[in-house]
């Protein structure tokens, strides 16, 4: 027994031996299982980039040079207050396209966007992003840098150093293809996004996790993968102002300023063409199809509750917030099923959601637009509603549009929590009933467009080399 635990301790002591020695060699990074599988995520089908090397960035510093960016990640580190750690540990808290996604949305809310404009703005971002976290991974595994701790162990960190290769450094991609897009969008705001986005990369620094050249290399990575999806993504007076005109009949919606009928030429990520599932026409106005209709709206039996939902829809939701609530749903999830901090992952879920959901506004105002039915209180001047209606035509509604697709896209990807996120899909149109400012049918030609939409997205998904046969 004891000549057997002898050489059992000899055996633990050559395996540590081999393994120091192999951790020491710099141009190894430390790896595991789930570093293997990371490696993979290069391989995923980008969305803009031709591949995730078409940007691959030059080699890293050597050896040498890395020991003399480690006297600088020193330095850095000697500078660290309380103030400086709280901001490392709220970029280091989630995966950097969740970060961004939240300041995007927080711009979008600040600058009042409808949903038309903030979903265009959300889907070229994440689209963005997903793409730069592709080319990332393909650089960091083409070249497999050790972290500063690899050269010295007792460099004192913030948070847990991750255990991929170090260069590029992610968070400065992420903070530079936000910053060039955000900046694009929101003109009055690139020099605090510029400074956001400098803090994202800096802060990786001096938690004691990348060394500058990480962070240089991430930033120029980042602004040449937004470039190329701004080329992609830029269309001429796509925001301008409308030039058609308002189409006069009877039957027709009437009014004055509609909402963003430039909106129905848009360009689409998932869908060949903004009208590629436009549902049939509806009945015409002076029909008994079109009667029986408004007859259901009018003979809905309305109750505290189900105003208090539509009220929801509307008002905390809304055509204003739509976006930012199923973002949050989005994020909720991936906090919920532990993929919050994975980038990849989170990166990709954000671009699938918000590529389906500005897809399926582009299709409703294309619809919209194409048969410009009038909304209820159009037909019967005395019919009550429980709050304004929005100012643009009826069939199909936007909601369930946005909604049932966003629930459709969401089921996908976080399968145990479909049947809540379909109910919710299913109330947001059926709340416009209940407020009488649409009918049965634009809920079911919406929800039959969302089916369609979010088909595209999940088709998508199943396609681009992350799918997971047991999410």
């Known amino acids: 027994m004891g000549v057997s635990k002898t050489v059992r301790n000899i055996g633990r002591t050559l395996v540590l031996v081999a393994a120091i020695a192999i951790g020491i060699q710099f141009a190894h990074a430390q790896t595991d299982a789930s570093s293997d599988s990371e490696a993979v995520v290069a391989k995923w089908k980008p969305w803009v980039l031709s591949s995730g090397s078409q940007f691959r960035v030059p080699p890293p510093p050597d050896e040498a040079a890395s020991r003399a960016e480690l006297e600088r990640v020193r330095a850095m580190i000697a500078s660290r207050d309380p103030a400086l750690r709280d901001r490392i540990l709220w970029w280091d808290a989630v995966a950097p396209s969740y970060r961004w996604n939240q300041i995007a949305r927080e711009e979008a809310i600040r600058a009042g966007l409808n949903a038309n404009l903030a979903s265009r703005r959300l889907a070229l971002l994440h689209i963005a992003l997903a793409d730069a976290t592709i080319a990332a991974w393909d650089s960091k595994f083409a070249y497999n840098r050790s972290r500063p701790t690899s050269l010295d162990s007792t460099l004192p960190t913030v948070v847990s150093a991750p255990k991929l290769p170090s260069y590029p450094d992610d968070h400065a991609v992420a903070g530079a293809v936000a910053a060039v897009i955000l900046s694009e969008f ?6 605090d996004l510029a400074k956001l986005a400098e803090e994202a990369g800096h802060m990786r620094v001096l938690a004691g996790v990348a060394f500058p050249s990480d962070v ?5 990575l980042g602004r040449q993968v937004a470039q190329a999806a701004l080329e992609k993504g830029r269309q001429e007076g796509a925001e301008g102002p409308w030039k058609g005109s308002i189409p006069s009949g009877p039957g027709q919606w009437s009014g004055t300023s509609p909402v963003m009928p430039q909106a129905a030429t848009w360009t689409t990520w998932l869908l060949a063409k903004p009208d590629e599932f436009r549902p049939p026409p509806p009945p015409a106005y002076d029909t008994p199809e079109f009667k029986a209709e408004m007859d259901q709206v009018r003979a809905y039996a309305r109750t505290p509750r189900s105003n208090a939902s539509a009220l929801f829809w509307e008002v905390a939701v809304g055509g204003l917030r739509n976006f930012d609530y199923w973002n949050q749903q989005a994020g909720r999830l991936l906090l919920e099923y532990g993929e919050a901090r994975d980038a990849p992952r989170a990166a990709r879920v954000f671009a699938l959601l918000n590529a389906a959901f500005y897809d399926a506004g582009v299709a409703c105002w294309d619809a919209k637009y194409a048969y410009w039915t009038m909304r209820p209180f159009q037909v019967d001047p005395e019919f009550k509603v429980v709050f304004q209606t929005p100012n643009h035509p009826s069939y199909p509604s936007a909601h369930a549009c946005y909604s049932m697709t966003s629930a459709l896209v969401l089921a996908h990807l976080f399968p145990r929590d479909a049947t809540g996120l379909m109910a919710l899909g299913r109330e947001s149109g059926e709340s416009r009933i209940w407020a009488g400012i649409h009918y049965p049918m634009d809920i079911t030609a919406g929800q039959q467009l969302a089916e369609r939409v979010a088909s595209r ?15």
């Open 186 to 191: 929101f003109p009055q705001r690139a020099a």
């Open 457 to 471: 997205a999940i088709e998508r998904a199943k396609a681009d080399g992350a799918e997971r046969v047991n999410p």
């Open 216 to 220: 240089e290399a991430g930033s120029a």
